[in-house]
């Protein structure tokens, strides 16, 4: 028995199958993950590399070349391009489309950890990435104060950072444009030549009083005590006698040769927030997780910091939920528009209310239909999921007419009853409809 066949000699069953696949509808698209995209995992991982003080000419010859020879014999490989900076090299490796990324970055790894002799000693870390959209930051706070520049980020850091992070679905957090505590010594040349220090006894002598080592075990009976000899600094004072040299039995300290500042590290970016310097936390969501949903509790979360730290100022600059509630209400409204008007422009070509409220009732039943199979399939409510729906809409309508013109043919030239004229109308179009 066809589809058609039981629909119409069973009406009461049709009907409680239709209603249950709506309720199931209902239910999948409350459970549905909303997010601008789908999940997209381009075969493509990024490689960066430090090497501070370098040039760009430099960075090319002893670092970017050399990297591409040792990455150019990782299998699968279609594409390198690079580019050298002032101390920062970027290589970006594309692989075939199907190309498993993770097992890809892995093997770029490995095989730069197997080579890495052949890098400058003094390069700094080798980093390998790769595209996901769910490293871009779900929301951007500003943060602002008058407070000490580094007392605001001993605020942003230790404090508001760990309560940003515990937030479900929170991935990661990181302030941009933080001013990170340093202890600067700024060494005078004309002393240090007087004394005729080198500039790597110096250096040593920093080093190695500031240390904070194991110191071995004791062990009395049973007992068992771990030892350590904590030698790290802990005031300027401390920097300041800190023994460089010995000259024929004199002593000679730090605070003869330089003066010692504590400051914070020189700033490479200069943020502000409505004028003011500041800071920006950047907030990046779990894979899986529904962006919307996340952005949400860190709006809350901010608006509480903001409370409760009432010397700073926390607001949202960038919000990914926001823009993503807007883009995915704007296709649906123009779902709902484009559905309203093919169910108008039936109703003045068929003129017949009774066809074009089958049609009418077809849409929403089909749509939310739809809801349950995307949540079967781990699909998410985007761009691209709702474009599909809107076109699935348009080739529904063009069925449905087909299927009613073969009907009303049936009905008006073969003289079929109505329940003969639908079963065969049907029957007769179903391979079209289905191969359409």
Not at 49 to 65: F, K, N, Q, W
Not at 75 to 97: D, K, L, N
Not at 128 to 142: A, H, Q, W
Not at 364 to 377: G, N, Q, R, W
Request: proline share 4%; aromatic share 6%; net charge negative.
């Amino acid at each position: 028995m066809n589809l058609a066949r039981a629909s119409i000699r069973r009406p009461v069953f049709t009907m409680m199958v239709v209603m249950a696949v709506v309720v199931l509808g209902l239910v999948a698209f409350s459970r549905l993950q909303i997010d601008l995209l789908p999940e997209i995992e381009l075969p493509t991982v990024t490689v960066t590399a430090s090497y501070e003080g370098a040039d760009p000419i430099v960075m090319e010859r002893l670092v970017t070349t050399i990297l591409e020879e040792i990455i150019s014999s990782v299998p699968g490989v279609v594409e390198m391009t690079s580019r050298s900076y002032e101390g920062r090299s970027r290589i970006r490796v594309s692989f075939a489309w199907g190309t498993p990324i993770d097992t890809v970055a892995l093997d770029v790894r490995a095989t730069i950890e197997d080579e890495i002799n052949e890098l400058p000693d003094a390069l700094g870390s080798v980093r390998v990435s790769k595209f996901d959209v769910d490293t871009f930051p779900v929301v951007i706070l500003g943060v602002s104060s008058k407070l000490d520049p580094i007392e605001l980020t001993d605020i942003v850091e230790n404090q508001m950072r760990y309560r940003l992070s515990r937030i479900p679905g929170v991935a990661q957090v990181d302030p941009w444009g933080g001013f990170n505590r340093e202890i600067r010594i700024e060494l005078d040349p004309d002393r240090i030549n007087a004394h005729g220090i080198p500039m790597g006894d110096i250096i040593s002598a920093l080093r190695d009083a500031n240390l904070d080592l194991p110191a071995g075990k004791i062990e009395d009976g049973k007992h068992q005590v771990t030892l350590r000899a904590p030698g790290e600094f802990s005031n300027l004072e401390q920097v300041l006698n800190t023994i460089v040299s010995r000259e024929s039995g004199d002593l000679v300290s730090l605070r003869q040769v330089a003066t010692v500042e504590d400051t914070y590290e020189k700033l490479s970016r200069i943020i502000r927030v409505n004028g003011d310097m500041g800071l920006r936390v950047a907030i990046r969501k779990q894979p899986g997780q529904n962006t919307v949903e996340v952005a949400r509790q860190v709006l809350a979360e901010a608006k509480a910091l903001d409370e409760a730290y009432p010397q700073v100022n926390v607001i949202p600059v960038s919000n990914q939920g926001n823009f993503i509630e807007r883009a995915i209400v704007n296709v649906s409204r123009s779902v709902l528009y484009g559905g309203a008007l093919a169910i108008l422009v039936l109703f003045l070509f068929l003129r017949d209310l009774r066809s074009t409220l089958v049609i009418a009732l077809a849409i929403p039943i089909s749509v939310i239909a739809t809801f349950a199979l995307m949540f079967s399939s781990g699909f998410t409510v985007n761009l691209m999921t709702l474009g599909g729906m809107a076109l699935g809409i348009g080739m529904m309508v063009d069925s449905s007419v087909v299927v009613l013109e073969n009907i009303y043919r049936n009905r008006r030239e073969a003289g079929l009853s109505v329940e003969e004229a639908a079963e065969t109308g049907a029957r007769e179009v179903t391979t079209a409809v289905l191969a359409g």
